[in-house]
């Protein structure tokens, strides 16, 4: 059983979000409206004959937008993105994935996302990158 397509791109919530921003609408694969109100994921559609669509960006897009390493005054911030698991011996455990950025090499300093799509926790930094102005989209 493989990995679902819905499991590998930013939720529609976040594509809505991503789009508002100004992000390029460039990707992979793409929500497609389909009728008053359905959605579904399509692959490589035609931009031209499609009147709504929004990007639906993967993990390695959204990890391609996202900068590795930005400055802000002299501190360094670099892209840590994990899989964690929290009470792993503890009868409340959960896992998920967390993007963050760590601020001259420290954990904790800064704001972290976490999902259980990797492709979410990275499109929500990205969200929050550019409303907080600390990067600029395309």
Wanted: proline share 1%; charged share 30%.
């Amino acid at each position: 059983m493989g990995m679902k397509i819905e499991d590998q791109v930013c939720s529609l919530e976040f594509a809505k979000k991503l789009k508002k921003l100004g992000v390029e609408q460039d990707s992979f694969f793409y929500w497609v409206e389909i009728g008053e109100h359905d959605l579904r994921l399509e692959f490589n559609i035609d931009k031209d004959a499609t009147s709504s669509y929004l990007s639906a960006f993967t993990v390695s897009e959204l990890g391609e937008m996202l900068p590795k390493i930005f400055y802000i005054d002299e501190d360094r911030y670099a892209l840590k993105n994990g899989w964690v698991i929290k009470n792993r011996y503890m009868s409340n455990e959960s896992e998920f994935w967390i993007t963050t950025y760590l601020i001259n090499g420290e954990p904790d300093y800064f704001k972290h996302f976490e999902s259980e799509k990797e492709a979410d926790a990275r499109a929500e930094m990205l969200i929050y990158l550019i409303e907080n102005k600390l990067i600029e989209v395309n």
